[in-house]
């Protein structure tokens, strides 16, 4: 995902854009009879401890509340957190992207423990975004021979994994390495690749053989080039259990090709699958000042981007990752996480006329530097000059959020609890029973007189064709008056 950040130039937009208005109610979601019982609906979060230092707060319609709790109660059973050995300068200034070092994974991982969610730890060998086109060894491992830094790797690995369980955390799955395709901390060569690989994996089998170590690889759209990774990490008796690929639908082919690609390390492989990063844009407008990654103009059009950019644009992308996921044979289909859904704005400058955006962006500028809340700071220059130095900044997914540029939530974060939930047909009210106002709801709701909450909606649907109308409120009143509709009440589906 780093690539597609330095993609985003901090476009400083001097035109006063319209406030993103978001419908109050619900989104629909159709639900998903998961094949894994345990099938992840995950999250990567990992900027959110630089966020609060920063100031933002999260918010549902019962005021602030904890983002772990908001994201809990919404139905994610799975945090990720990438963790950098040292995201430092010499002076101790931190290079941004959240400053993700190994105490925020031990915060982030205890937090989300309380909350009955799963930690996967995302290493990635580097002090800063390691991704396909950099794979920069920790600035304390460059210049040693490759067996000193398989066992650099290996105790770092272990004894990372130790602190973050002792700090509360319940480490389900273990990321050896991130966006690995053509390289590792800072090898390049597949068989010193596979080295590396294999090293961290036994840290990972040492320290607690029931967590999974999952290889994560991007391009799913390089059909053939991804799945000869899965062969080559077989060739090379890499001891792993997931397969997990990144998955932007922006750049990253069919859902068709995503499930094929899946498919072949699963059937071939037995291994699981998973796509370890997806997202999708509600908006295409910016909040924080700092130009997005998905703007009008910029990746926002394609073939395999099916979804409008609106909440229930977000919400149906999700649920069509999850489903292709879901779909991957002899029930291998182990789950999607979705990439820094709460990654918002420091301060919204929507609205703002050129001053108050000048003195906004000044202000959020500085707390992407002393936080650590953008996606790079200046400090980053040292260690990764070409790129993070040069397009440091602030947030380039503010717009693929869960939630708003003030904290508040959306209603698509809903996806994540609906998606395999049954709701009783008819019963819009939700009080268990079958009456007349039940209708009466989803009259009000289509004269805009009261909302319906995106469970309520999925309820209100009694002919589901995936919309609310009239006729579905006829159909309740029908049901009630014996009248045959062809269209029953009152079943959970
Ligand atoms: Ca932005």
């Given amino acids: 995902m780093k690539k597609l950040l330095s993609i985003a130039i901090a476009v400083i937009m001097l035109c006063a854009c319209a406030p993103t208005a978001f419908a109050e109610s619900g989104v ?13 609906r995950g999250m990567d979060i990992s900027s959110v401890i630089s966020l609060e230092k920063s100031g933002v ?6 005021g602030q509340e904890d983002i772990f709790k908001i994201l809990s109660d919404n139905g994610v059973n799975y945090i990720r957190v990438r963790v950098w050995n040292d995201p430092y300068d010499s002076e101790g200034n931190g290079y941004g992207g959240g400053n993700n070092d190994l105490n925020a994974a031990c915060e982030i ?7 009955n969610m799963k930690l996967l730890v995302d290493f990635h060998y580097s002090d800063f975004w390691a991704d396909p086109g950099k794979q920069k060894a920790p600035k304390a491992w460059q210049g040693i021979s490759l067996n000193d830094k398989k066992t650099a790797l290996y105790n770092f690995t272990y004894n990372s994994l130790r602190e973050i369980k002792s700090a509360g955390a319940d480490i389900g799955m273990v990321q050896i390495g991130n966006e690995t395709t053509g390289g590792i901390c800072g ?27 999952a290889i994560h690889f991007t391009n799913p759209e390089r059909t053939d080039s991804i799945k000869s990774l899965a062969d080559y990490l077989a060739e090379y008796q890499v001891d792993y259990d997931v397969f997990a690929t990144s998955y932007y639908p922006y750049w990253h ?6 499930t094929d690609v899946l498919d072949y390390a699963a059937e071939k492989y037995d291994k699981y ?24 103009g910029n990746n926002d059009s394609g073939k395999n981007l099916l979804w409008d950019f609106s909440c229930q644009g977000q919400s149906d992308a999700v649920a069509a990752v999850m489903n292709a996921v879901n779909k991957v044979k002899n029930k291998k289909g182990l789950g999607v ?5 709460a990654w918002i704005s420091v301060g919204d400058v929507t609205g703002l006329d050129e001053s108050g955006y000048n003195d906004r962006y000044k202000l959020n500028s500085e707390l992407w530097e002393k936080f650590g809340s953008g996606w790079a700071s200046s400090y980053s220059s040292d260690y990764d000059p070409d790129d993070a130095g040069h397009w440091y900044g602030g ?11 003030k904290g508040m939530v959306l209603p698509s974060l809903d996806v994540f609890r609906l998606i395999n939930k049954t709701v009783k047909i008819g019963d819009v009210k939700r009080d268990g029973r079958l009456n007349i106002s039940d209708a009466t709801l989803i009259r009000k709701y289509l004269a805009k007189i009261s909302d319906l909450d995106s469970e309520s909606l999925r309820a209100a649907d009694t002919d589901r064709d995936g919309i609310v109308t009239v006729k579905d409120a006829a159909v309740i009143q029908k049901n009630l008056a014996d009248i045959p509709v062809g269209h029953k009440i009152g079943s959970e589906e």
């Fill in 28 to 40: 629909m979601t159709k639900r998903i009879e998961f094949n894994n019982p345990g099938f992840i």
């Fill in 57 to 62: 707060r999260f918010y549902t319609k019962n």
């Fill in 109 to 115: 991982g205890r937090r989300a423990a309380e909350r």
């Fill in 187 to 213: 090898e390049y060569n597949r068989a010193n690749m596979a080295e590396l690989f294999k090293s961290g994996s036994k840290a990972v089998r040492d320290f607690d053989s029931h967590i999974l170590a």
């Fill in 253 to 258: 082919g069919s859902l068709e090709n995503l």
């Fill in 273 to 296: 699958a998973m796509v370890a990063e997806t997202s999708y844009a509600n908006t295409l407008e910016d909040t924080d000042g700092h130009g997005n990654t998905v703007a009008k």
């Fill in 337 to 341: 996480f979705y990439w820094e859904g």
């Fill in 395 to 405: 947030s380039a997914v503010d717009n693929q959020a869960f939630f708003d540029a």
